[in-house]
């Protein structure tokens, strides 16, 4: 049984900083990308950031480019998106995700995984 355990959400102020982690258990967790999406009340969820099985290769969504940094840790299968400068804008639940192969990055419908989500809650 594949679980994705996501935590670190919390309330913090606009420029602040916060560090998500995502845990993973029951899958090769190098074998799989790894993605956190967001969303905020009333829109779709969106992809922030992703990145390789073996962390080659990282995407970041636009609002986010220069704010927020994935990384992985396959030796504790774990994902982390350090988020700097934070805005009011940022203000959602935080998913965490996995895919099996990295075109399949920005389509929703392929993340087989899914974490039950952070919220994060940024106030001005």
């Known amino acids: 049984q594949v679980q994705l355990v996501e935590s670190g959400g919390g309330l913090v102020q606009a420029g602040d900083s916060l560090t998500l982690s995502c845990a993973a258990a029951?899958?090769?967790?190098?074998?799989?990308?790894l993605a956190w999406f967001r969303q905020a009340s009333g829109k779709e969820r969106e992809l922030v950031a992703a990145?390789?099985?073996?962390?080659?290769?990282?995407y970041y969504g636009d609002s986010v480019k220069g704010r927020f940094t994935i990384s992985r840790d396959n030796a504790k299968n774990t994902v982390y998106l350090q988020m700097n400068s934070l805005k009011a804008e940022d203000t959602a639940v935080y998913y965490c995700?996995?895919?099996?192969?990295?075109?399949?990055?920005?389509?929703?419908?392929?993340?087989?995984?899914w974490g039950q989500g952070t919220q994060v809650g940024v106030g001005t």
């Open positions: 990145i390789s099985g073996r962390g080659g290769s990282t």
């Open positions: 029951g899958l090769t967790f190098s074998s799989y990308v």
């Open positions: 995700a996995a895919c099996r192969w990295w075109y399949e990055v920005d389509d929703r419908a392929k993340y087989r995984y």
